[in-house]
């Protein structure tokens, strides 16, 4: 209803409830996964290895962990099944499907073998991106709307792309490494030597390390046309090219629409000028 509403393309109608849906999920669960880290006094992204300092097998998980893991494993489960039936189909639909088992597989077994810290941290250098990536598609859906082009949600579109680019790199490339990596892999066999699930655990984290740098080649190849003039605006590069014609043909012939819109109006606005003008000339000429 809220699509047909704002009048958005038939195209966009499909994807603009999922990209809202999202960009409204990550950002709560995100700030909640910040109060755990950063405020609820565990002191886990400056000091990582306090992720396994006080670790003892079936010890008690506390509650502010058991929400936020209630919140991301629904979400999760739910985002295997809505990827394989309800979404839009992308080039990297079956990179999705991996990514949620291995995000599913990492919540149940550091759930149940007392890991819950690490995966928190996780969390944090994850969905801060989400945030971004879904609020400027939001943007971008906005921008053709009643056969009209709005030039501010493109301007809001690309700008939040390039701040979604830049946070993958930091919180993604950069902070995931260092945090996450370095923690369960170096750390946890000096922490905890005969800590369960150790390789598994690694394991999956650096497959999820793999997808990162995965996706960033597609947020490259965004960039890079951008930067040599081969696109003109920033789209999404995992469309399936059919979409990304629909898409161009969409946008060319609403900005045709407008422009001719314009030209109407100039016209008609000159018209109006000139028999004005006789007018006016043939009032002195009696006089």
Known sequence: PLADYLQLTKLNQRKFPESLWKFVFYLASWAYCYHIVMEAGYNIVDEPSNCFKDFKRGMDVPTDFKILYLIQGSFYVHSFYATLFMDERRKDTWVMLLHHAVADSLLFFSYSVRYYKIAALVIFTHDITDICLEFAKVAHYLKFRGGKSYQFFDIVSSVFFLVFSFIWMVFRLYLYPIKVLYTAGHLAAYIIPDGPFYYSLNSLLWILFGMNIYWFGFISTSLIKIAFGL??????????????????????????????????????????????????????RRH
């Open 231 to 284: 696109e003109k605006e920033i789209r999404d590069s995992r469309e399936d090219e059919e979409e990304e014609i629909v898409d161009r043909k969409i946008t060319k012939e609403t900005r045709q629409i407008s422009a001719n819109h314009v030209e109407s109006n100039s016209g008609t606005a000159n018209h109006s000028d000139t028999k004005s003008t006789t007018a006016k000339n043939d009032v002195r």
